[in-house]
């Protein structure tokens, strides 16, 4: 099984970035896939997540109306764009998979329920 996330960087505040999440080795099918972050000195924190029974992706309440996540089956790909950005955004970004029916069960915000973890892609937002 492999996450691989890429697209971090630097930005100015109000920028953009699109993240995108490459994956393999499970069915992408069955699994929903969870975007999160964390900042030095802080919590890791869930952003979004999405799976192919998502009718709406779910968003963390801090990100909402500013990242959008889409999943590209074919491809076996997920991207996060994430637009109007602040310094607040400045973390690692990780993609994480879950089994699908226990992230509707549970909570697609639950860290716990990811089984597995991409090595996380650097965003730093400057002011």
């Known amino acids: 099984v492999q996450l691989v996330e890429s697209g971090g960087s630097w930005v100015q505040a109000g920028g953009s970035l699109r993240l995108s999440c490459a994956t393999s080795g499970f069915s992408f099918e069955d699994y929903a896939i969870g975007w999160f972050r964390q900042a030095p000195g802080k919590e890791r924190e869930a952003v979004s997540s999405i799976s192919t029974s998502d009718i709406s992706p779910w968003y963390s309440d801090s990100v909402k109306g500013r990242f959008t996540t889409s999943s590209d089956s074919a491809k076996r790909m997920v991207h996060l764009q994430m637009n109007n950005l602040t310094p607040e955004d400045t973390a690692i970004y990780f993609c994480?998979?879950?089994?699908?029916?226990?992230?509707?069960?549970?909570?697609?915000?639950?860290?716990?329920?990811?089984?597995?973890w991409g090595q996380g892609t650097q965003v730093t937002v400057s002011s």
């Open positions: 994480a998979a879950a089994w699908g029916p226990r992230t509707v069960e549970v909570g697609p915000d639950e860290a716990e329920l990811y089984e597995y």
